[in-house]
C-alpha cells in the first residue's frame, strides 16, 4: 500500500511494522487511528496467491496493467505468469524486492512520481484498500485518469458498504509499542462514494461493472471518451 508522496515513510521504512510484515509474510498488522481505532490489514492473503476475488479482477483486465500499491506483488506475478505485461509500483523496498523474488517487474515509486508508459496503461489496479493512498480519492483517480490511454480501466476494490470518509493513521503492529509512529492521511469508500470521484475525475462506470466476490467487492471504471 502506497500513499502520497509526502507521507511515504511510514510504508517505506525498513524499520516499521509493515516492512517486517512483508519479510515474514504474515501479521498481526493495523491501521491505527489517534483514538485508537484499528483497521485489520490482510498480510496473508496479501503474501499468499491469487484468491477467487482476485482473480475476478484480472480477469477483467485489458492491455498492459499497472498495479499501483503493489505490496508483497501476488497480482503482478500471476499476470507475468499469463504472459501478461504488467508493472508492479509501491514506495516500500521491501514489497518491490518481494515482488521481483516472483520474477515479475516491479519499481520503487509512488503514483504521484513520475511513471513509464503515462498515458498509454491499459488497466491501473488499485487493489486491497488503496483507493485510500493519499487521504484523497478524486486525486488518486484524477492521477490514474493520466496513466491510462482513451478507454483505459481502473478496476478498484471498495468497502463493501456506505462509507466516505477520510482519517489519520499510523502503521501498527498491534502491540502498543508504535503508538507514537508516523501519521498520515488514509481514505475509505463504499462504490457510491468511489463513484462519483471517478465521474469527477473523467471515469465512467458502465452497467455490469461491479460485483462482489466473497465478502469483497469491487467497481470497474473506463477511461471517458474511449
Known amino acids: 500500500m502506497t500513499p502520497a508522496p509526502a507521507d511515504s515513510a511510514p510504508w517505506s521504512d525498513t524499520a516499521q511494522p509493515y516492512a517486517e510484515a512483508l519479510r515474514t509474510g504474515r501479521g498481526p498488522l493495523f491501521l491505527r487511528r489517534a483514538d485508537g481505532w484499528l483497521l485489520p490489514l490482510d498480510v496473508e492473503r496479501w503474501c499468499g ?49 518481494r515482488t521481483q523474488a516472483t520474477g515479475a517487474s516491479a519499481l520503487r ?7 513509464p508508459g503515462e498515458g498509454r496503461w491499459g488497466t491501473t489496479l488499485l487493489m486491497d484498500g ?10 488518486l483517480l484524477a492521477r ?23 482519517v489519520r493513521v499510523h502503521v501498527s503492529d498491534g502491540s502498543g509499542a508504535d503508538a507514537r509512529g508516523p501519521s498520515f492521511p488514509w481514505a ?3 462504490a457510491a462514494a468511489l ?10 462506470s458502465p452497467a455490469g461493472w461491479s460485483w462482489t466476490s466473497g465478502a469483497r467487492s469491487f467497481v470497474g471504471l473506463r477511461r471517458d471518451g474511449g
Open 49 to 97: 496467491l491469487p484468491d477467487a476475488a482476485d482473480w475476478s479482477v484480472l480477469s477483467r483486465c485489458a492491455g498492459s496493467v499497472l498495479d499501483i500499491g503493489c505490496g508483497p506483488g501476488r497480482l503482478v506475478a500471476a499476470l507475468a505468469q499469463l504472459g501478461r505485461p504488467a508493472l508492479g509500483i509501491d514506495v516500500s523496498a521491501v514489497a518491490v524486492a
Open 109 to 115: 515509486r509512488s503514483v504521484f512520481d513520475p511513471l
Open 130 to 139: 488503496n483507493i485510500g493512498i493519499g487521504g484523497d480519492p478524486a486525486a
Open 144 to 166: 490514474a485518469a493520466g496513466l491510462v490511454g482513451p478507454g483505459g480501466r481502473c478496476l478498484v476494490e471498495v468497502l463493501s458498504y456506505d462509507v466516505d470518509e477520510r
Open 188 to 190: 475509505r469508500v463504499g
Open 195 to 204: 463513484v462519483r470521484y471517478a465521474v469527477e475525475a473523467g471515469w465512467v
